[in-house]
């Protein structure tokens, strides 16, 4: 259910609450869980974080490379 939160329309935050409503106890603390599940796809280079907000396009180049940004 994460991956499909994260499709960069919602904040951590947001997905963090979607999440806590969803399975109640069984997710608290949700912020936490979700940073680091996020940090973790990130360490495995499975996802990318957008150096700003979504704005409903995605860059579907071949390389993307935000060092430059």
Do not use: C
Request: glycine share 4%.
């Amino acid at each position: 259910m994460l991956w499909e939160l994260m499709d960069g329309s919602r904040t951590k935050s947001e997905i963090a609450d979607i999440l806590e409503q969803t399975f109640h106890e069984r997710m608290i603390p949700a912020s936490y869980r979700v940073a680091m599940s996020i940090q973790e796809m990130i360490d495995l280079g499975l996802v990318i974080p957008l150096p700003s907000q979504f704005r409903g396009q995605w860059n579907i180049d071949a390389v993307i490379d935000y060092a430059d940004d």
